[in-house]
């Protein structure tokens, strides 16, 4: 039997190696945001706490510097934490852009994926055509020499 080659293996292999390297890019990019969101987090606790802490001392008697330390530190961390919400948005973004590259470079895998299969089912097919004929001539010589 006849062994099937496809003409464009190479550009399916490199396709299959685009892919892979757009799935890490994704990854990194996925990992990158987390990051990010879990900063955000972290900023969001720390104003909680210094909220907690100001209404702490609203029923005590007052220390004029701790309550002026717990003010200014909040409203560093309320400042940090608009930097940081687009810190987040500018993650999700290269993310999308990053998921968009990777189903871009799916879609061109999975057509070489298609065009090899449609090759295969040719070769198939002409392999059957062959065997066909031959087993027809066969027939055919058998049955004028008998």
């Given at each position: 039997?006849?062994?099937?080659?496809?003409?464009?293996?190479?550009?399916?292999?490199?396709?299959?190696?685009?892919?892979?390297?757009?799935?890490?890019?994704?990854?990194?990019?996925?990992?990158?945001?987390?990051?990010?969101?879990?900063?955000?987090?972290?900023?969001?606790?720390?104003?909680?706490?210094?909220?907690?802490?100001?209404?702490?001392?609203?029923?005590?008697?007052?220390n004029?510097?701790?309550?002026?330390?717990?003010?200014?530190?909040?409203?560093?961390?309320?400042?940090?934490?608009?930097?940081q919400?687009?810190?987040?948005?500018?993650?999700?973004?290269?993310?999308?852009?990053?998921?968009?590259?990777?189903?871009?470079?799916?879609?061109?895998?999975?057509?070489?994926?298609?065009?090899?299969?449609?090759?295969?089912?040719?070769?198939?097919?002409?392999?059957?055509?062959v065997?066909?004929?031959?087993?027809d001539?066969?027939?055919?010589?058998?049955?004028?020499?008998?």
């Open positions: 039997m006849a062994k099937f080659i496809y003409r464009m293996q190479n550009i399916l292999d490199i396709k299959n190696k685009l892919e892979t390297q757009e799935k890490t890019a994704f990854a990194i990019e996925m990992q990158k945001l987390r990051t990010e969101e879990e900063r955000l987090e972290r900023i969001r606790k720390e104003i909680i706490y210094y909220e907690d802490l100001i209404r702490e001392q609203d029923g005590k008697a007052i004029i510097l701790e309550w002026k330390r717990c003010n200014e530190a909040l409203e560093y961390k309320k400042e940090e934490e608009k930097t919400i687009q810190h987040v948005k500018m993650a999700e973004k290269n993310v999308d852009i990053a998921r968009g590259r990777l189903n871009k470079v799916m879609v061109e895998r999975k057509t070489q994926e298609v065009l090899k299969e449609k090759a295969f089912e040719e070769f198939v097919k002409e392999l059957n055509e065997e066909k004929k031959e087993v001539e066969l027939v055919s010589f058998t049955y004028n020499n008998a």
